[in-house]
């Protein structure tokens, strides 16, 4: 690990104006800062412990519940109001790591880990875009069972490690950022970005924005729900494949439809073709196995992850399945 | 391993043949077997309250002022010359007090590799250690750093600048097969073994199968890494380490060193698990010579990566099993042979066909090993070396030969069970291969399988049941010795230099010292873990517990004579010889009259003496030639597939082992559990990822390199024959890695009756269930 | 701002980079917590601070400045706490090198169930939590052990859950 300094940032605006500066890092629970930093990946100059910053987790006027920044990922999970109203995201979130790393990770750094790809962690002896653009992917050709089947690009295969970005991708959550130039709230979908030939940036948070606070819109998605998570160990392991799904049922046709994949693009992957798909069918096997197949038919696997397309329709169809199974 | 060792070796074995059991150390049945004592009881660990407590000390947790930390840097190139090497900017870094590179690491030749004729060779691998300027495989050491802290030495280990001239090397497995070569033997055994014509036998057969397994790079990942802390004074040198093979390490750095062997010290009192990692490698070598260098006590504790780097595990193999059957299920082929990974700068051949040769009877046999070389970190040997992967290929070809068939599984094994060794034609000193069959099926509920495969099912979920041979030798090292004292204040102390990486040595040592003497447990005391003691075998082979137990039976026939002496005329055993003596209730007494006695006490009170000592070495363990000595286990697993995803759940595994008497039943079912869990990560999700590209392993890390978590061990049964072996000291044989073997084939045939599909290739992960 | 560990305040170290972990292990020679993978991947390293379970490793010790860290040592202080025993008598380690953790651990989760905190294997999220061994094991996950003493590990805690209950 390189000579850092270190600073708490007071206030969100002492954030901000300390993120903008050139070095500086901001760290959070340092469950994915602090290891990349001990394996030559990051090498910040300053680190700004933005952890005293706000995490309340509160219901807004119109309903929304809005999640500051700081917020732990194990409060988040356990908050009654999320586990009632969106209990898709305490799933997703209790899927993830392990309960000390829960208790550490805080919201936004979540949004903002990076990939697991293991050539990318692999500073002293592997090429990657990310960290040096124009390097190379030895990824591409390499061990690719944690990669990507869904809009990748030739420079970089990498895959988006949370599972709680997964179910706010599917809730339709913004993600609130705050710059010197002022604050702006932004689609969850958008906020991260596919590869191209730019691997290296990943959000489109600006040079000198934080990440404030997550809201979450009110959802009718609750009462048919769930998050599916498929890994090579029973617990404790980076997801293969993982479903965020919801569904509106009314009057025999699916109303709404929220899908999301995770763990197997550059970002969480909003199932929009699959959720179209769904639009004013009737909820049967055949219509979420052709949603599945929708999503699933622009994948573009490598020799290593072929199996993921199966996995990701098979466990899609499984899901939704399970949706309309246990209530009328 | 050469042709003249395999001369030797048959030499012994068939004039042991011919001497009357009775001559031979475990000829008379150690007069211990069979009588109730502290031996067999479920008897508190000795270690467990400082365990608990965090209050065990490991190696890198020895306070020593003046204490600085090294580094290493890690080459990353597959194999060439290091062609520039700037350290300027590590040198100038804070806190760093200097660096090692080949330029100034002093002149050390390098360890003697591992080898059976001699206990105190410990090398892995024959290559120089920072000698020159060649690297051979990608993660070798090329440079270490020490500094004030370890955050310093970690930051300066990233400033050495290095480049390269990379050179050919062979990092991948199916080019590297071309070039396979055949070594003579395999430990002691020779390697191709030849018996009738096993490929005629085959083609002849109404009923066979014949198929290719293949199993991946596996590491140890013992949960503490690897770490030494190192002080010289002057020409001493004191070594805290973690390692499975005290006594040879203090050896070996004496040798290294030019130091005398009475100068070097090697402490490790705790283990935090070993399975064969915890050996001797290049970063023992660096770190005491940089302490030398820089005069100062120095710590080296590897990096999760570094472990991966430098350490070696076990090798990736495919194999072919091939079986002919006759109608009712004989074998008549037996065909085992395929590759594995030894580098020429390597030592430890992956065993994998040593079970089969004992497992079954069958009209021939085939077997031999080729071992290919490749540019990677050498393998060694890992928790039942051979046996966990051979079990696994001979095992399930025995399966799928009973799907063949139509036969009950259980039932083709038992119809082919031999009864003396199969090629050798030994005896076997106890074998009840059978019974722990019957007993493991009953309990189990064996009956409740179905024969047709994909047949029970719940929800999304398969359900299959599953079971497998497990199977290792017996082995008593040579040359283990103890030291026992005997003091006035009744106590009892068993000295030697064993080796505790949680199997229960002491607790376990205790118990014998208990009853050998007629002492209560809470008048031992065992002291191990420290190379100025007399010099026990290392941890490994399954072996330790008997080895000493063996030592300790020969010091105990050596003390009645010590105390007889002492004794004098005034004793009630006045005029009796050491071989009339029997050692029990805290004394010894003549074997003839019981109520001629004399406590220890007594005796060293009336003499003056505060203590006495006897030094003893066992027997050369010539049963193990006499007979064959071997362990067995019946493995049955039932779980679950999902018809979705493929994913795997074991609900149930239990194994039923015949292993002689078990000393400990606590402690014993602990090791067989634990063996059994790491026989669950083989079978399922653990691999080391070497990028044939590179000869880089790519996920050195906990994260990447799934070992089983709580969420994937289910409650796991184990039971017993307890059937004593007559042949060994206690009627014990190890058990430290039986537990392993069997369990990936029990678990692969599980997935096989559940689903119908069989999976030759581990880890069986859920993509190949798809 | 001091650090107080096990009731003793300590103070933070002057270079960021130092992990709580190795403060502890290297310069306050606390070596009850370990080091099993420095990666954030093994829980061996797990401390409770302010209560709440999490990996030293990953912690900077500056980041603990004005909180409560509690060790295995600390856990203990007063005779053997009812996890010690059980792990004695469940026989619920081998080697011992993961087991400051896995109590650390247990310890921490028995209050979170208490608390009523969910976890992936819980079916409703609405529902008081329940303690099945199927919850302890998801619940424990987080803490690797190499020897394989899972079985008695989850035995342990049972107990003491159970204890607790009555």
Redesign the interface.
């Known amino acids: ?6 600073r708490r940032a007071d206030s969100a605006s002492d954030a901000i104006r300390l993120a903008g500066t050139a070095g500086h890092r901001l ?1 959070g ?3 994915n800062l ?2 990349l ?2 394996k ?1 990946v990051e090498r910040p100059d300053t ?1 700004v ?1 933005v ?1 005293g910053l706000p995490g309340a987790i509160e219901e807004a006027a119109d309903g929304s519940i809005v999640i500051g920044a700081g917020a732990r990922n ?1 409060a988040i ?2 908050h009654p109001l999320i ?2 109203r969106y ?1 898709m995201l ?2 997703a979130i ?2 993830g ?5 829960r ?2 990770a805080t919201a936004g750094g979540n949004l903002l880990q990076r990939t ?1 790809c ?2 990318f ?2 500073a ?3 090429r990657c875009n990310k960290r040096a653009p124009g390097s190379g992917c ?1 990824a591409i ?3 690719t069972r944690y990669h990507a089947i869904l809009g990748a690009s030739p420079a970089c295969i990498a895959t988006h490690p949370s599972d709680m970005a997964v179910a706010l991708a599917a809730l339709d959550a913004r993600v609130h950022v705050a710059g010197a130039d002022g604050a702006r709230a932004l689609p969850l979908t958008d906020f991260h970005r596919l590869p191209g030939d730019r691997p290296d940036l990943e959000t489109e948070l600006a040079p000198g924005e934080v990440i404030v606070a997550i809201e979450l819109p009110p959802s009718r998605l609750a009462p048919r729900s769930d998050y599916r ?2 890994r ?7 997801a ?1 494949v993982s479903v965020a799904a919801g569904l509106v049922i009314e009057d025999g046709r699916i109303s709404e439809a929220r899908i999301a994949l995770g763990g197997v693009a550059h970002k969480p992957w909003r199932a929009w073709r699959a959720e179209a798909a769904l639009q004013g069918e009737a909820p049967n096997e055949a219509a979420f196995v052709a949603a599945a197949e929708a999503e699933l038919a622009g994948a573009e696997p490598r020799p290593g992850n072929m ?1 993921k397309v ?2 990701a329709k ?2 899609l169809a ?1 899901v939704l399945s399970g949706l309309c199974e246990d209530q009328a | 391993m050469s042709r003249v060792q395999n001369v030797l070796v048959g030499t012994v074995r068939s004039a042991l043949g011919w001497v009357p059991a009775q001559w031979l150390p475990g000829g008379t049945p150690d007069p211990l077997i069979g009588r109730r004592g502290e031996v067999g009881r479920q008897a508190a660990r000795l270690d467990g309250d400082v365990k608990v407590q965090g209050q065990a000390r490991f190696s890198a947790e020895v306070p020593l002022e003046n204490l600085c930390y090294a580094a290493l840097v890690h080459g990353t190139i597959t194999r060439g010359r290091i062609t520039r090497l700037d350290t300027a900017k590590a040198e100038a870094a804070e806190g760093v007090l200097l660096v090692v590179t080949h330029r100034n690491m002093p002149r050390v030749s390098g360890p003697s590799l591992i080898a059976i004729t001699d206990p105190t060779a410990v090398g892995n691998s024959s290559l120089p250690i920072l000698q020159d300027d060649k690297v051979h495989y990608n993660g070798q050491v090329v440079a270490a750093v020490v500094a004030e802290t370890q955050e310093q030495a970690d930051h300066a280990a990233s400033l050495i600048e290095i480049d390269y001239a990379a050179e050919p090397a062979e990092t991948r497995f199916e080019e590297a097969k071309s070039g396979a070569r055949i070594i003579p033997s395999l430990l002691i055994e020779r390697n191709h073994l030849s018996l009738g014509k096993a490929e005629r036998e085959l083609t002849r057969a109404p009923h066979k199968v014949d198929n290719l397994y293949r199993t991946q790079w596996q590491n140890h990942n013992a949960i503490e890494l690897h770490a030494l802390t190192v002080a010289w004074g002057g020409e001493t040198l004191t070594v805290h380490d973690t390692t499975q093979m005290i006594a040879s390490e203090a050896a070996t750095l004496a040798k290294m060193f030019g130091l005398k062997r009475e100068d070097v010290r090697v402490l490790s009192p705790f283990v935090g698990g070993g399975f064969g990692g915890k050996g001797f490698w290049d970063h023992q070598v660096v770190a005491v010579a940089a302490a030398r260098m820089v005069g100062r006590p120095l710590r080296l504790q590897l990096t999760r990566e570094g472990v991966y780097r430098i350490v070696g595990g076990r090798s990736a193999t495919e194999q072919r099993v091939a079986l002919g059957a006759d109608n009712e299920g004989r074998f008549t082929a037996l065909i085992h042979n395929g590759y594995s990974v030894m580098p020429p700068y390597g030592a430890c051949p992956e065993a994998y066909t040593l079970g089969t040769r004992s497992a079954y009877r069958a009209k021939s046999f085939e077997i031999l090993q080729r071992h290919i070389d490749m540019a990677v970190v050498p393998n060694t040997f890992m928790r039942a070396p051979g046996e966990a992967i051979g079990t696994f290929a001979l095992e399930s070809a025995v399966d799928e030969l009973a799907h063949e068939l139509a036969m009950d599984p259980i039932e083709l094994r038992l119809r082919n069970l031999p009864e003396k060794h199969p090629i050798t034609g030994a005896p076997f000193s106890q074998h009840a291969a059978a019974k722990s069959w019957a007993d493991g099926a009953a309990h189990f509920g064996w009956e409740r399988r179905s024969a047709t495969p994909g047949a029970r099912r719940k929800g999304e979920w398969r359900i299959g049941m599953g079971c497998g041979s497990g199977s290792f030798p017996y082995v008593r090292m040579p040359g283990a010795a103890v030291r026992l004292t005997i003091r006035r204040d009744g106590t009892a102390t068993l000295a030697c230099s064993a080796q505790e990486m949680g199997m229960g040595t002491s607790t376990v040592l205790a118990q014998q010292v208990a009853d050998r003497l007629g002492v209560p447990l809470d008048a031992v005391v065992i002291e191990t873990g420290d190379s100025d003691l007399p010099a026990a075998p290392m941890a490994g082979g399954s072996g330790q517990s008997v080895s000493i137990a063996g030592a300790l039976l020969a010091a105990s026939e050596k003390l009645p004579a010590e105390l007889l002496r002492l004794a004098g005329n005034d004793s009630p055993l006045a005029g009796l010889r050491a071989g009339e003596i029997r050692l029990g209730q805290e004394g010894m007494a003549s074997a003839a009259d019981p109520s001629r006695h004399e406590t220890f006490r007594s005796i060293l009170a009336r003499a003056n003496r505060d203590e006495v000592s006897v030094s003893a070495t066992g027997t050369p363990p010539l049963e193990m030639m006499k007979f064959a000595m071997h362990s067995t286990a019946a493995m049955f697993c039932e779980l679950r597939v999902s018809d979705v995803t493929g994913e795997i759940r074991v609900d149930r595994l239990l194994g039923s082992f015949d292993c002689g008497t078990i000393l400990n039943p606590r402690t014993a079912a602990s090791q067989f559990r634990g063996g059994m869990i790491m026989g669950l990560g083989l079978a399922l999700t653990e691999e080391t990822w070497l990028d044939e590209r590179s000869g880089r392993i790519m996920n050195p890390t906990l994260a990447d390199y799934h070992i089983p978590a709580h969420l994937d061990v289910p409650d796991i049964e184990v039971m017993w024959t307890g059937i004593p072996d007559p042949r060994s000291p206690l009627g014990a044989r190890g058990i430290g890695e039986i537990g392993i073997t069997g369990v990936a084939a029990a678990v692969a045939n599980a997935v096989f009756n559940a689903t119908g599909k069989r999976v030759r290739d581990l880890p069986i992960t859920l993509d190949k269930l798809l | 701002m001091a650090i107080t560990i096990n009731g003793t305040p300590v103070d933070p170290p002057a270079d960021p980079r130092v992990s709580l972990l190795d403060l502890m292990r290297d310069r306050l020679h606390l070596t009850g917590t370990k080091v099993g993978c420095n990666q954030g991947a093994c829980g061996a390293c797990t401390v409770l601070i302010d209560g709440q379970r999490v990996l030293s490793c990953l912690t900077l010790a500056v980041q603990a400045e004005g909180r409560t860290v509690t060790t295995i040592e600390g856990l203990g202080a007063d005779g053997l706490h009812p996890l010690q025993q059980a792990f004695l008598e469940h026989d619920g380690f081998q080697c011992g090198y993961c087991t400051p953790g896995q109590i650390c651990a247990a310890s921490a989760m028995l209050e979170e169930v208490a608390a009523g905190m969910p976890s992936y294997v819980t079916r409703d999220l609405a529902a008081p939590a329940r303690l099945t061994r199927e919850e302890v094991r998801e619940r424990m996950s987080g803490n690797l052990c190499r020897c394989g003493a899972h079985n008695g590990i989850i035995d342990a805690i049972m107990a003491v859950a159970e204890e607790q209950a009555a």
């Open positions: 690990m390189t000579p850092v300094q270190y760290l629970g340092g469950t602090v290891d930093m001990r030559g680190l412990d952890t194990s999970a356990a586990r009632s209990p305490s799933r209790l899927a790591a392990s309960a000390q790393i208790n550490m697991r293991v050539y962690a692999d002293a002896g592997s030895d050709g390499g061990f998570k498929v090579d160990r029973a617990s404790y392991a980076f293969l199996f199966t996995l098979r466990t499984a």
